[in-house]
């Protein structure tokens, strides 16, 4: 079965500092490996996905994460936080040969950023 | 471009009432729809996917279901409310077999 943990409930940051959320999984075969923003109230945004290619993705408003087989990670990055990026944020995976069910994506419980001003 | 639309965005119904939440995709064919439910602001729990009309697969046993009575329609149904139906449901779609999933702006529902 596949399985996605985001070890933080809460990451608090000062603005204008890197943040880091942290996503690590486990599924069969190659992982396809997404993030997502939400905001109170709101559906969930796509930030960017790893499916192929470079371990370090970019995606909008500046994320990035970095893809690392070894580690069974995959964490959002940011250099610099603003205040608006406080948000929900959820790592979600599926396997490249996932079948029946499986092949839905799998969310994490979800990682409350709050930036500082 | 592909837009995804819910509604009612907001809705109180009292225990024991019907329930229809209805989802509508434009500007794709024949995507994978999905039903999820969001509980006290955090993890999302699956209810259903449809992968063509009238074919509905149901993740988890409850008190609802859904229907696919269009290519880009899904409705999810319940003949009876109960107080833990209560949460935040968000409809998706994705259009590629390795693609991402792209959210409604949900469906608060409070029962009461």
């Known amino acids: 079965a596949q399985s996605v943990a985001q070890p933080e409930d809460q990451v608090n940051v000062a603005e204008g500092n890197p943040l880091t959320v942290k996503c690590t999984y486990s599924v069969s075969g190659n992982p396809y490996l997404f993030w997502y923003v939400q905001y109170p109230n709101r559906g969930l945004q796509f930030l960017l996905k790893y499916i192929t290619g470079d371990n370090l993705v970019k995606g909008s408003y500046g994320f990035e994460a970095e893809f690392n087989k070894s580690q069974t990670s995959f964490h959002l990055k940011k250099p610099s936080a603003l205040v608006s990026d406080s948000a929900l944020y959820f790592c979600?995976?599926?396997?490249?040969?996932?079948?029946?069910?499986?092949?839905?994506?799998?969310f994490g419980s979800g990682t409350q950023l709050t930036v500082l001003p | 471009s592909q837009t995804i639309h819910q509604w009612p965005a907001t809705l109180v119904q009292p225990v024991g009432s019907p329930l229809s939440l209805e989802c509508t995709v434009e500007g794709t064919s024949n995507p994978n729809l999905y039903w999820y439910r969001q509980a006290a602001g955090r993890g999302l729990q699956l209810l259903f996917y449809s992968v063509g009309i009238g074919q509905i697969s149901s993740e988890v046993p409850q008190n609802l279901s859904a229907s696919r009575p269009q290519d880009r329609q899904f409705i999810l149904s319940s003949k009876k409310l109960l107080l833990s139906d209560s949460g935040f449901y968000l409809c998706?779609?994705?259009?590629?077999?390795?693609?991402?999933?792209?959210f409604g702006e949900g469906s608060r529902l409070t029962v009461l």
């Open positions: 998706a779609y994705k259009t590629f077999n390795t693609g991402e999933l792209f």
């Open positions: 979600a995976v599926r396997g490249e040969i996932s079948s029946g069910s499986a092949r839905q994506l799998t």
